[in-house]
């Protein structure tokens, strides 16, 4: 397994697996996604966000990380996370290998001091991999999310930068 | 008093409150928009909506603006943040209420949104009572959440209304 940076051509990859039973309603998707929404979000990225792609034998996308920093001029000390691993792929490590990569950036390169996510409040397996990189759950909010026809909830979780501000 | 939609016209009266509140004062303390309110409501898209209460007697004069942001993507259209800024001079008097009375009956009653949420400073009581007394609910608190006028890190309680079940 490889983790690289994202280009536009993993986009059919990236978006099929969005729209996969038990990923869409974690990533936000929706059955009817054009490859476009993933096509535009590649683009969409600056010099400041990052996003890598975990990758198998014959090029084949495992999973997602993405880092989007904050725009907002009293919060561009902070920046959101995202991971998705293929269904087939989970529990696997690949999550914890594209974290390690991601909080790597955040916290030596580009020194944010804040990072924050989103997660379904039953997603398990993805709290407890946050929470072993030091994600705290910060809210709970309600009726945040859908799943199934249902409202559902959602933890925001947050972590601050041990080393203290390198940037802010 | 009436609420009316924001016109271009409004810009500087807008931008003469900003300058005027502090960021610990505001309600959403990262408060992007209102710094510079011309290009703001140059900007507003089908999604935004943002209300000014003003006199009705002359002179007449703006005293606050609320803004309604429905999140565009299309998963979340259900949802939207509420930015609420009062003048100095017109706090206190209920006035922020019925501004932010105006901007949940257009999100329960013509939007029909789920969720409403705000960001407040952990000091702004005066906010947090007008909140709860709205229906709002603390979910939570986030650590260093912005940055205050005076460049320190500042937490913030993320609070957020569901839309009441209508009998």
């Known amino acids: 397994m490889e983790i690289r940076p994202v280009s536009t051509e993993d986009a059919e990859q990236i978006s099929r697996i969005r729209r996969l039973n038990g990923v869409r309603e974690e990533v936000l998707a929706v059955t009817s996604e054009r490859l476009d929404v993933t096509v535009d979000f590649i683009k969409s990225l600056s010099d400041e966000d990052r996003a890598f792609v975990a990758v198998e034998k014959k090029g084949e996308i495992a999973g997602m990380a993405v880092l989007i920093k904050n725009r907002s001029f009293r919060r561009r000390h902070s920046a959101m996370l995202a991971v998705m691993v293929a269904p087939y792929y989970q529990e696997k490590g690949i999550g914890t290998a594209l974290m390690k990569k991601l909080l790597d950036e955040a916290d030596q390169k580009l020194g944010l001091h804040r990072l924050e996510l989103l997660v379904l409040t039953d997603n398990t397996a993805a709290i407890n991999l946050y929470k072993k990189f030091g994600f705290k759950i910060e809210a709970t909010r309600k009726n945040a999310a859908v799943k199934g026809g249902r409202f559902v909830d959602e933890y925001f979780m947050g972590r601050l930068n041990k080393k203290g501000d390198s940037a802010r | 008093m009436i609420i009316r939609p924001v016109k271009l016209e409004?810009?500087?009266?807008?931008?003469?409150?900003?300058?005027?509140?502090?960021v610990r004062k505001s309600m959403n303390i990262s408060r992007a928009g209102f710094t510079d309110a011309e290009k703001l409501i140059k900007n507003l898209t089908p999604h935004d909506h943002l209300l000014v209460l003003e006199t009705e007697v002359k002179p007449i004069e703006i005293c606050g603006v609320v803004l309604l942001k429905v999140d565009p993507q299309i998963y979340l259209r259900r949802q939207a943040t509420l930015e609420i800024m009062m003048g100095a001079k017109w706090q206190s008097q209920g006035l922020g209420k019925a501004l932010m009375m105006a901007a949940l009956e257009l999100a329960d009653k013509e939007l029909m949104l789920e969720r409403v949420e705000v960001e407040i400073a952990l000091d702004n009581l005066n906010a947090l009572k007008l909140c709860k007394s709205m229906g709002f609910k603390v979910e939570g608190t986030a650590k260093d959440w912005a940055v205050s006028?005076?460049?320190?890190?500042?937490?913030?309680?993320?609070?957020?209304?569901?839309?009441?079940?209508?009998?």
């Open chain 2, 10 to 22: 409004d810009a500087h009266h807008i931008n003469e409150i900003s300058s005027d509140i502090s």
């Open chain 2, 149 to 167: 006028d005076d460049g320190e890190f500042i937490d913030a309680y993320l609070m957020a209304r569901c839309r009441p079940r209508l009998k």
